[in-house]
């Protein structure tokens, strides 16, 4: 008997559309549809109104469970384009009931989102917009992680839509919705990524699609301030501003980004934002240090600081992680600081910590991903593919 060996080179299966739908505004996604002939422009709009709802509403990972859409055109959108959510590397649980997720958007890329019960209206989801950060603040882990790259809209997005996957909020907008509110607070500066951020704050706000609400979603910044008015304009977000000390010394330290825009140019740049009011207000955070900015003294210079402004101010107890060089405030110290605020007219709420023994606390996320060049990444992301 013989056997016949096919030394023939074999075709190589191709690689999987890498377009992805989720980070496309109404416009993009319209736009995309008649590029790669999936429809005539004459019927883009509707069409992409079609996919929007499903994608963003219903949240659909397959393309066939789009039942009013025909079928050569379903077929059409899976040889070209991509509803694939990102690879959840983690999933814990904090014994409070916080989750977090570190999800890897690409070899090398990984960021983390947490979901925290019982904030809000019902809950709220803390999304990245960077992987790691330039900021270098003493007293955030994140800080000891170098920036590898901005994360897109698309990127952005897919946390909001891993957490309703996992919360089970498909489709979107009930009445009992587990997760209301959206806060940019995870890894990285936002302002740094604002052309991507104000487009998945318009994707996540849109009423036809995760239907979560301007008035819902905070924006965090340690002050850019020439991205603020931008923000305001663009966004038209809530703002929180992490301040944590009320001279330059001080915040030089603990915020770097303050060599930069000192404090007296941050302030006027927060009481000329957009749609300041009693009604919207700007969040300033303070993380409470022991023996280094929780003193009466600061508290008092605290208040003669915000003078004026519409503003509420969350006191955040110190969340320890490896190696830090801080410690938590005593809790009388932390009371007697929010009671010299309250008494001059701001609310100034503790801030339950939460999810700390899975360090998903606020201050606590990193991720080990490490910055590699261009060549090096699109690589390892062929080689994912199975295209090498």
């Keep these: 008997m013989s056997v016949v060996l096919d030394l023939s080179p074999r075709a190589k299966a191709p690689a999987a559309p890498d377009i992805k739908l989720f980070g496309l505004g109404r416009p993009g996604l319209a736009q995309v549809l008649v590029d790669a002939n999936v429809c005539p422009p004459d019927r883009a709009r509707m069409r992409a109104g079609q996919l929007w709802r499903w994608i963003h509403h219903k949240g659909v990972t397959d393309f066939d469970a789009m039942t009013n859409v025909d079928k050569p055109t379903r077929l059409a959108l899976a040889e070209k384009f991509s509803l694939a959510r990102p690879q959840i590397v983690e999933r814990q649980v904090s014994s409070d ?3 977090k997720w570190l999800i890897r958007f690409a070899p090398g890329v990984e960021a983390e989102a947490v979901y925290i019960p019982d904030v809000g209206r019902s809950g709220a989801l803390c999304v990245s917009s ?3 950060c330039t900021l270098n603040c003493t007293f955030c882990h994140t800080g000891t992680q170098a920036l590898v790259r901005n994360l897109t809209a698309g990127e952005i997005v897919a946390q909001v839509q891993t957490a309703f996957d996992d919360l089970e909020e498909w489709p979107s907008g009930g009445e009992d919705r587990k997760l209301s509110n959206i806060v940019f607070m995870g890894m990285g500066e936002p302002l740094y990524n604002l052309d991507n951020v104000a487009t998945a704050v318009d994707i996540i706000s849109d009423s036809e699609g995760l239907s979560l609400s301007r008035r819902r979603i905070t924006v965090s910044t340690a002050g850019v301030v020439p991205q ?3 923000l305001g304009e663009r966004v038209g977000a809530m703002l929180a501003i992490s301040l944590h000390a009320t001279n330059d010394e001080l915040r030089d330290q603990l915020v770097p980004l303050n060599r ?10 927060i009481r000329n934002y957009p749609g300041l009011s009693n009604t ?3 969040t300033f955070e303070y993380v409470m240090l022991k023996g280094i900015n929780d003193s009466p003294a600061e508290a008092r ?3 003669r600081l915000l003078s004026g402004l519409p503003a509420k101010i969350n006191l955040i107890p110190f969340n320890p992680w490896p190696g830090a060089p801080y410690e938590c405030s005593d809790w009388g110290a932390i009371e007697a600081f929010a009671a010299i605020v309250n008494k001059a007219g701001y609310a100034s709420p503790i801030r339950t910590p939460r999810g700390r023994d899975i360090l998903a606390a606020c201050g606590q996320l990193r991720s080990e991903s490490i910055k590699v060049s261009a060549s090096a990444r699109r690589a390892a992301e062929r080689a994912e593919a199975g295209t090498t």
């Excluded at 930069?260 to 740049?269: D, F, N, Q, S």
């Design 228 to 230: 603020l008015t931008p």
């Design 130 to 132: 960077q992987v790691g």
């Design 301 to 303: 210079a605290l208040v």
């Design 260 to 269: 930069k825009y000192p404090i007296a140019e941050l302030m006027a740049g």
């Design 280 to 282: 919207r207000r700007v």
């Design 97 to 99: 009931g916080t989750r």
